[in-house]
Protein backbone atom coordinates (compact mmCIF):
# COMPACT_ATOMS: atom_id res chain seq x y z
CA UNK A 1 0.00 0.00 0.00
CA UNK A 2 1.27 3.36 -0.94
CA UNK A 3 0.68 6.40 1.45
CA UNK A 4 2.03 9.69 -0.14
CA UNK A 5 2.94 12.73 2.38
CA UNK A 6 4.38 15.04 -0.08
CA UNK A 7 2.97 15.93 -3.60
CA UNK A 8 6.38 15.59 -5.15
CA UNK A 9 6.49 11.73 -4.68
CA UNK A 10 3.21 11.19 -5.34
CA UNK A 11 3.18 13.12 -8.59
CA UNK A 12 6.27 10.84 -9.59
CA UNK A 13 4.22 7.70 -8.40
CA UNK A 14 1.64 8.42 -10.31
CA UNK A 15 3.29 9.18 -13.14
CA UNK A 16 4.97 5.65 -13.51
CA UNK A 17 1.95 3.48 -13.06
CA UNK A 18 -0.10 5.59 -16.06
CA UNK A 19 -1.17 3.98 -18.77
CA UNK A 20 -3.32 5.06 -21.78
CA UNK A 21 -6.27 3.24 -20.17
CA UNK A 22 -6.22 3.38 -16.81
CA UNK A 23 -7.94 6.72 -15.43
CA UNK A 24 -7.73 8.11 -12.09
CA UNK A 25 -10.51 8.56 -9.62
CA UNK A 26 -9.74 10.68 -6.67
CA UNK A 27 -11.81 11.22 -3.25
CA UNK A 28 -10.56 13.97 -1.31
CA UNK A 29 -11.33 13.75 2.52
CA UNK A 30 -10.89 15.10 5.71
CA UNK A 31 -10.63 11.63 7.15
CA UNK A 32 -12.29 10.16 9.96
CA UNK A 33 -13.38 8.27 7.79
CA UNK A 34 -16.86 6.53 7.91
CA UNK A 35 -18.87 3.90 5.64
CA UNK A 36 -20.07 6.30 3.08
CA UNK A 37 -16.30 7.49 2.27
CA UNK A 38 -15.70 3.99 1.77
CA UNK A 39 -18.46 3.33 -0.79
CA UNK A 40 -16.96 6.48 -2.56
CA UNK A 41 -14.07 4.82 -3.07
CA UNK A 42 -16.08 1.66 -4.22
CA UNK A 43 -17.32 3.63 -6.49
CA UNK A 44 -14.10 5.33 -7.82
CA UNK A 45 -12.44 1.55 -7.77
CA UNK A 46 -15.10 -0.23 -9.97
CA UNK A 47 -14.69 3.00 -12.49
CA UNK A 48 -11.18 3.94 -12.90
CA UNK A 49 -7.96 1.96 -13.17
CA UNK A 50 -6.04 3.95 -10.53
CA UNK A 51 -7.82 5.44 -7.25
CA UNK A 52 -6.39 7.81 -5.22
CA UNK A 53 -7.77 9.40 -1.44
CA UNK A 54 -6.68 12.62 0.39
CA UNK A 55 -7.12 12.66 3.70
CA UNK A 56 -6.75 16.44 4.91
CA UNK A 57 -7.67 18.66 7.44
CA UNK A 58 -8.21 21.84 5.24
CA UNK A 59 -7.46 25.05 7.77
CA UNK A 60 -8.85 27.46 5.13
CA UNK A 61 -12.04 26.14 5.25
CA UNK A 62 -13.05 26.87 8.99
CA UNK A 63 -14.40 29.83 10.12
CA UNK A 64 -14.37 28.53 13.61
CA UNK A 65 -11.31 28.14 14.93
CA UNK A 66 -12.79 25.77 18.28
CA UNK A 67 -14.34 23.48 14.88
CA UNK A 68 -11.05 23.01 13.42
CA UNK A 69 -9.01 22.19 16.33
CA UNK A 70 -11.51 19.62 17.77
CA UNK A 71 -12.32 18.32 14.28
CA UNK A 72 -10.88 14.41 14.49
CA UNK A 73 -8.00 13.21 13.06
CA UNK A 74 -7.80 9.01 13.07
CA UNK A 75 -5.26 8.77 10.14
CA UNK A 76 -4.17 5.31 11.78
CA UNK A 77 -7.60 4.03 11.73
CA UNK A 78 -8.20 5.43 8.53
CA UNK A 79 -5.55 3.33 6.79
CA UNK A 80 -6.80 0.41 8.15
CA UNK A 81 -10.45 1.08 6.89
CA UNK A 82 -8.66 1.61 3.30
CA UNK A 83 -6.33 -1.18 3.89
CA UNK A 84 -9.58 -3.55 4.56
CA UNK A 85 -11.12 -2.03 1.52
CA UNK A 86 -8.26 -2.56 -1.10
CA UNK A 87 -3.74 -2.35 -0.86
CA UNK A 88 -4.34 -0.91 -4.24
CA UNK A 89 -5.66 2.69 -3.00
CA UNK A 90 -3.09 5.29 -2.89
CA UNK A 91 -3.57 7.26 0.31
CA UNK A 92 -2.48 11.18 -0.26
CA UNK A 93 -2.08 12.41 3.63
CA UNK A 94 -0.03 15.62 3.32
CA UNK A 95 0.79 18.88 5.67
CA UNK A 96 -0.51 21.65 5.22
CA UNK A 97 2.67 23.23 4.16
CA UNK A 98 2.61 20.43 1.78
CA UNK A 99 -0.36 21.95 0.35
CA UNK A 100 0.22 25.22 0.30
CA UNK A 101 3.61 26.15 0.03
CA UNK A 102 3.77 28.21 3.31
CA UNK A 103 1.09 30.38 1.86
CA UNK A 104 -2.50 29.20 3.75
CA UNK A 105 -5.15 31.28 2.70
CA UNK A 106 -7.70 30.82 0.39
CA UNK A 107 -8.11 32.43 -3.05
CA UNK A 108 -11.33 34.69 -3.91
CA UNK A 109 -13.48 32.48 -6.24
CA UNK A 110 -17.27 33.42 -7.78
CA UNK A 111 -19.37 30.75 -8.15
CA UNK A 112 -22.66 32.51 -9.13
CA UNK A 113 -23.99 32.97 -6.21
CA UNK A 114 -23.96 29.34 -5.12
CA UNK A 115 -22.08 30.58 -2.43
CA UNK A 116 -23.89 32.98 -0.77
CA UNK A 117 -27.05 30.72 0.46
CA UNK A 118 -27.02 28.28 3.43
CA UNK A 119 -23.86 27.39 4.48
CA UNK A 120 -22.58 30.36 2.67
CA UNK A 121 -24.57 32.32 5.18
CA UNK A 122 -23.22 30.91 8.26
CA UNK A 123 -19.65 30.19 7.41
CA UNK A 124 -18.08 33.29 5.60
CA UNK A 125 -15.52 32.32 3.34
CA UNK A 126 -16.09 28.64 4.11
CA UNK A 127 -16.41 27.80 0.21
CA UNK A 128 -13.83 30.03 -0.70
CA UNK A 129 -11.72 27.55 1.24
CA UNK A 130 -13.36 24.67 -0.51
CA UNK A 131 -12.54 25.66 -3.60
CA UNK A 132 -9.17 26.40 -2.64
CA UNK A 133 -8.10 23.12 -1.57
CA UNK A 134 -10.41 21.21 -4.14
CA UNK A 135 -8.82 22.76 -6.99
CA UNK A 136 -5.31 22.15 -5.76
CA UNK A 137 -5.80 19.14 -4.82
CA UNK A 138 -6.81 18.11 -8.32
CA UNK A 139 -3.81 20.30 -9.84
CA UNK A 140 -1.74 17.69 -7.46
CA UNK A 141 -3.76 14.50 -8.14
CA UNK A 142 -4.81 15.56 -11.86
CA UNK A 143 -7.85 12.91 -11.97
CA UNK A 144 -10.13 12.36 -14.71
CA UNK A 145 -12.95 11.94 -11.95
CA UNK A 146 -13.62 12.82 -8.68
CA UNK A 147 -16.24 11.68 -5.75
CA UNK A 148 -18.21 13.99 -3.62
CA UNK A 149 -21.21 12.52 -1.38
CA UNK A 150 -24.75 14.46 -1.98
CA UNK A 151 -24.36 15.15 2.04
CA UNK A 152 -22.89 18.10 1.23
CA UNK A 153 -24.83 19.05 -1.16
CA UNK A 154 -24.69 22.42 -1.94
CA UNK A 155 -20.43 22.11 -1.76
CA UNK A 156 -21.16 19.47 -4.40
CA UNK A 157 -22.39 21.93 -6.89
CA UNK A 158 -19.93 24.42 -6.08
CA UNK A 159 -17.35 22.35 -7.37
CA UNK A 160 -19.18 21.21 -10.57
CA UNK A 161 -19.09 25.19 -10.66
CA UNK A 162 -15.84 25.84 -10.34
CA UNK A 163 -14.69 22.34 -12.63
CA UNK A 164 -16.95 24.72 -15.22
CA UNK A 165 -16.01 28.24 -14.91
CA UNK A 166 -12.22 26.79 -14.61
CA UNK A 167 -12.28 24.73 -17.52
CA UNK A 168 -11.00 21.98 -15.40
CA UNK A 169 -10.67 18.56 -17.11
CA UNK A 170 -12.13 16.96 -14.53
CA UNK A 171 -15.47 14.84 -14.09
CA UNK A 172 -17.29 15.51 -10.71
CA UNK A 173 -19.60 13.02 -9.61
CA UNK A 174 -22.46 13.17 -6.81
CA UNK A 175 -22.51 9.87 -4.99
CA UNK A 176 -25.52 9.01 -2.36
CA UNK A 177 -25.98 9.39 0.92
CA UNK A 178 -24.76 6.69 3.68
CA UNK A 179 -26.94 6.49 6.72
CA UNK A 180 -26.67 5.24 10.13
CA UNK A 181 -29.44 2.44 10.70
CA UNK A 182 -31.42 5.53 12.51
CA UNK A 183 -31.61 7.29 9.66
CA UNK A 184 -28.71 9.69 11.18
CA UNK A 185 -26.54 10.52 7.82
CA UNK A 186 -22.46 9.62 8.20
CA UNK A 187 -20.28 12.33 8.87
CA UNK A 188 -16.80 12.77 10.39
CA UNK A 189 -18.28 14.83 13.30
CA UNK A 190 -20.51 11.92 14.49
CA UNK A 191 -17.52 11.12 16.32
CA UNK A 192 -17.47 13.66 18.55
CA UNK A 193 -21.50 12.58 19.50
CA UNK A 194 -22.09 10.29 22.72
CA UNK A 195 -24.54 7.47 21.42
CA UNK A 196 -27.52 8.64 23.69
CA UNK A 197 -27.20 11.94 21.46
CA UNK A 198 -26.51 10.29 18.09
CA UNK A 199 -29.40 8.13 18.90
CA UNK A 200 -31.37 11.45 19.88
CA UNK A 201 -29.93 13.23 16.42
CA UNK A 202 -31.86 10.20 14.69
CA UNK A 203 -34.83 13.25 14.68
CA UNK A 204 -32.85 15.19 11.89
CA UNK A 205 -33.41 12.64 9.38
CA UNK A 206 -37.34 11.71 10.31
CA UNK A 207 -38.34 15.18 10.41
CA UNK A 208 -36.62 15.78 6.91
CA UNK A 209 -38.75 12.78 5.89
CA UNK A 210 -42.00 13.96 7.19
CA UNK A 211 -41.50 17.65 5.24
CA UNK A 212 -41.05 15.69 1.94
CA UNK A 213 -44.34 14.26 2.65
CA UNK A 214 -45.56 18.01 3.66
CA UNK A 215 -44.00 19.66 0.59
CA UNK A 216 -46.24 17.19 -1.99
CA UNK A 217 -49.79 19.71 -0.54
CA UNK A 218 -48.28 22.57 1.48
CA UNK A 219 -46.29 25.96 0.16
CA UNK A 220 -42.42 25.81 0.90
CA UNK A 221 -42.89 27.95 4.03
CA UNK A 222 -45.45 25.67 5.47
CA UNK A 223 -43.31 22.93 5.72
CA UNK A 224 -40.57 25.47 6.84
CA UNK A 225 -42.45 27.32 9.66
CA UNK A 226 -43.84 23.97 10.42
CA UNK A 227 -39.85 22.43 10.70
CA UNK A 228 -39.17 25.55 12.79
CA UNK A 229 -41.81 24.85 15.69
CA UNK A 230 -40.85 21.87 15.62
CA UNK A 231 -36.98 21.70 16.98
CA UNK A 232 -38.59 25.09 18.89
CA UNK A 233 -39.79 22.13 20.95
CA UNK A 234 -37.09 19.92 20.79
CA UNK A 235 -34.41 22.07 23.51
CA UNK A 236 -31.61 19.51 22.84
CA UNK A 237 -31.14 20.80 19.62
CA UNK A 238 -30.69 24.34 17.96
CA UNK A 239 -31.88 24.51 14.63
CA UNK A 240 -29.65 26.97 12.33
CA UNK A 241 -31.41 26.80 9.59
CA UNK A 242 -33.81 25.26 7.51
CA UNK A 243 -34.46 25.87 3.94
CA UNK A 244 -35.91 24.79 0.60
CA UNK A 245 -34.40 25.52 -2.43
CA UNK A 246 -33.78 24.28 -6.02
CA UNK A 247 -31.09 21.99 -6.90
CA UNK A 248 -29.76 24.03 -9.24
CA UNK A 249 -28.97 27.53 -8.51
CA UNK A 250 -29.26 27.06 -4.54
CA UNK A 251 -32.41 29.76 -4.79
CA UNK A 252 -35.32 29.16 -1.72
CA UNK A 253 -38.03 28.04 -2.68
CA UNK A 254 -40.91 31.05 -2.81
CA UNK A 255 -43.34 29.45 -5.24
CA UNK A 256 -43.25 25.63 -6.64
CA UNK A 257 -42.63 25.15 -10.31
CA UNK A 258 -42.77 21.85 -11.88
CA UNK A 259 -40.11 22.49 -14.28
CA UNK A 260 -37.80 22.57 -10.97
CA UNK A 261 -36.34 19.57 -8.43
CA UNK A 262 -36.43 21.00 -4.95
CA UNK A 263 -34.05 20.22 -1.92
CA UNK A 264 -34.32 20.19 1.76
CA UNK A 265 -31.24 21.68 3.66
CA UNK A 266 -31.13 21.23 7.33
CA UNK A 267 -28.08 22.13 9.85
CA UNK A 268 -28.63 21.65 13.65
CA UNK A 269 -26.65 22.01 17.04
CA UNK A 270 -26.34 18.94 18.99
CA UNK A 271 -24.30 20.38 22.11
CA UNK A 272 -22.38 22.37 19.84
CA UNK A 273 -21.58 19.36 17.12
CA UNK A 274 -22.70 20.79 14.11
CA UNK A 275 -24.68 18.26 11.64
CA UNK A 276 -26.34 19.30 8.48
CA UNK A 277 -28.50 16.99 6.22
CA UNK A 278 -30.66 17.24 2.68
CA UNK A 279 -33.19 15.34 1.11
CA UNK A 280 -34.83 15.39 -2.09
CA UNK A 281 -37.84 16.46 -2.04
CA UNK A 282 -39.45 15.48 -5.93
Given amino acids: MFIFNNQVALSSHLKEIASENSSVGFVPTMGALHKGHLSLLEESMNNNGITVISIFVNPTQFNNPEDLAKYPRTLNSD ?85 SKQKLPVKVIGCPIYREANGLAMSSRNERLMPSQKEHASIIYKILLEAKIKFGTKTAKEVSDWVV ?52 LN
Avoid: W
Wanted: proline share 2%; glycine share 6%.
Fill in 229 to 280: KKFENNKEFELEYFQIADEERLLTCIKKSKKKKYRAFIAVFVNKIRLIDTIS
Fill in 79 to 163: VEKIKALSKEIIIYAPTVEDVYNGNTVSQNFDFDGLENQMEGKFRPGHFDGVGTIVKRLFEIVKPQKAYFGEKDFQQLQIVKKMV
